[in-house]
């Protein structure tokens, strides 16, 4: 029988066949040995052990599209990744980390800043700008005054979408909002260290109407950049892209050479500086990562 995995917890994989239902399975041990570990979203093959209990096995994970590290999930078609636009403040650094990782696994990101209602328009129109040339679409949510939900809805159609973002940005509020039945736990913010307890442990796809889903995940408080050489990190900052080649060196990493294009381009506006500023700190840790 062949279904998807919807929940994976503590070994054990929940599996949703079309016209069959849920089955509770655990995994082959051949998986371990080949080193290979299913994840949610995971097209599989299960047989089935007790159809009374509705329990089974996975015995083969079919070819996935794509496989996301962080958040662990497989086969998605977009990212909706979630950061609050004040309380906690947002952390552009990891933001940008978490972009990076996404451009390079050429897997498409749309930005939401949920907690709209707490700024005022000069700095949601400060975010769009930051933005701009990064390739993402940015929206604005409250899922306290239920605001931009039909936006997100519309962003979502047709689509497997996976939300990411840090814990007490408003993740499960908003999913609560997309699928009520999903009852998703919330989490209040801890006041005295200003950042969300992880309130959502496991990943779990939620089915938003025909053909659309939304994969609810853990939330991430750090990101590394190690998997690449500096000299790819320029390629995963799309608001590079029209300046390349415009530099006076052919190989130009942006951050030190004279006649730089896309330091031109930053001295003019056209690229936001906090996005630069990012590079340059992710490409010196990419830099350091050879002396170890």
């Not at 990411?164 to 260290?193: H, R, W, Y």
Request: neutral net charge; aromatic residues 8%; hydrophobic residues 35%.
């Amino acid at each position: 029988m062949e279904g998807r995995i919807v929940k994976g917890i503590a070994g054990f994989y929940y599996v949703y066949s079309e016209g069959a239902g849920l089955y509770e399975c655990k995994a082959k041990g051949i998986f371990r040995k080949e080193g290979q570990k299913p994840l949610v979203g995971d097209w599989v093959k299960i047989d089935v052990i007790d159809e009374a209990k509705r329990e089974g096995s996975v015995v083969r994970i079919l070819p996935r599209k794509n496989e996301l590290i962080r958040p662990a999930v497989a086969n998605v078609d977009q990212v909706l990744v979630i950061f609050a636009i004040a309380k906690p403040k947002p952390n552009l650094n990891l933001l940008d980390r978490f972009l990076v990782a996404m451009q390079r696994q050429q897997v498409p990101c749309v930005i939401c800043f949920n907690k709209a209602d707490l700024v005022d328009e000069t700095e949601r129109q400060r975010m769009q700008e930051i933005y701009r040339g990064s390739g993402c679409r940015v929206l604005f949510s409250s899922a306290k005054e239920k605001n931009g939900i039909e936006q997100i809805r519309e962003v979502l159609r047709g689509k497997t979408t996976t939300v990411a973002g840090p814990s007490g940005v408003g993740k499960s509020s908003l999913v609560n909002l997309l699928v009520p039945d999903a009852e998703m736990e919330t989490g209040e913010i801890s006041q005295k260290i200003d950042r969300g307890r992880h309130t959502t442990r496991h990943s779990e796809v939620l089915r938003i109407e025909d053909n659309t889903y939304i994969f609810d995940t853990p939330g991430f408080s750090s990101l590394m950049v190690w998997e690449m050489e500096k000299e790819e990190l320029k390629d995963c900052f799309p608001e590079f892209f029209p300046y390349e080649g415009n530099c006076r060196f052919q190989i130009c990493t942006h951050t030190h050479e004279p006649d730089c294009a896309v330091k031109l381009a930053l001295a003019d506006g056209e690229i936001g500086k906090e996005r630069y500023q990012n590079y340059l700190e992710m490409y010196e840790e990419l830099k350091k990562k050879r002396r170890y």
